[in-house]
């Protein structure tokens, strides 16, 4: 399912229980939210070839909060100071929405040097790192390649000083090249109604488990919200189903999707119950 570039959502929201950020993953009535929760479930349904290396999966996973964070930032504020007198004025309004406050052009234009400094930097530590590793950055291809990727590919397409950017760094020129030959693969696109029949006609998933090593209280059965903590922060609520570590998934009734159960990671989200807020 296709989703609008801006908000409102309607066909969105059911399945989610109104988390806004995209993209997620739906699996019949089991909905996955934020790029860390649908890889994750990847792996674990495709483990072969596996995306997260086995002699690196712990600093793999914590790279996404490096790529995802710091570098993901720093190339987004380049590419709308770069880009704000030609941004429509319904986007400029759904991302200050989404980032719960205006846009200071003038102030974002002024720091484009600094952005651009911060983004070379980081990409110096791709160049460093593909120059020991190898093709890739773990020495396999892996889901730290396709995070790092990301960044470049966003500027690649948004930022009019990239090539000039990256000329300096032939490894990652290289490397980028074997990123694009891997392709998309294929891919076939549904009508809304669609999805949403999908979930209404089929039964979550998810097992019910407990987490043994759960500090805060909580267990499955419990009412709780999960929101996102840096942008995008609009809660969803149901019941717990399971917890781990990582993962917590969430039982919630649409009238338009039925019985879903929405998982979401637990870095980067509060989980909000009866005895406050952790995070």
């Known amino acids: 399912m296709v989703v609008p570039r801006v908000m409102p959502r309607p066909d969105l929201m059911p399945l989610t229980g109104g988390y806004r950020r995209t993209p997620t993953m739906q699996i019949g009535a089991d909905i996955y939210c934020d790029t860390q929760m649908i890889l ?14 086995r002699h690196a999966s712990g600093i793999t996973w914590g790279l996404l909060r490096w790529t995802d964070g710091a570098f993901f930032t720093d190339a987004m504020n380049l590419v709308l ?3 704000a007198d030609h941004l429509p004025p319904e986007f400029v309004e759904d991302r200050e929405a989404l980032f719960g406050q205006a846009f200071d052009f003038a102030r974002m234009k002024s720091e484009i040097p600094f952005r651009r400094d911060q983004v070379r930097a ?3 530590w791709i ?13 396999e291809f892996s889901l730290a390649d396709i995070h790092a990727y990301l960044n470049i590919w966003f500027c690649r397409n948004h930022s009019p000083r990239t090539a000039e950017l990256l000329a300096a760094f032939p490894n990652i020129l290289a490397w980028e090249s074997r990123m694009v030959a891997i392709g998309h693969g294929s891919r076939e696109e549904i009508a809304a109604a669609e999805a949403l029949e999908i979930a209404a006609s089929a039964s979550p998933q998810a097992l019910a488990h407990d987490d043994p090593g759960e500090l805060n209280g909580r267990r499955p059965g419990d009412r709780v919200s999960v929101t996102p903590y840096d942008y995008g922060c609009v ?3 149901g019941e717990i189903v399971a917890l781990s570590a990582n993962h917590i998934a969430i039982r919630r009734y649409d009238e338009r999707a039925g019985d879903i159960v929405v998982h979401f990671p637990r870095v980067g989200f509060v989980i909000e119950v009866d005895d406050g807020i952790s995070r």
Do not use: C, I, T, Y
């Open 127 to 139: 160049e460093d790192q593909l120059a020991a590793g190898g093709d890739w950055l773990m020495g």
């Open 81 to 83: 100071a770069e880009n």
């Open 235 to 237: 809660p969803v609520s």
């Open 122 to 124: 980081q990409l110096a």
């Open 40 to 53: 994750h479930e990847l792996d674990r349904r495709f483990p072969d070839p596996p995306l997260v290396p």
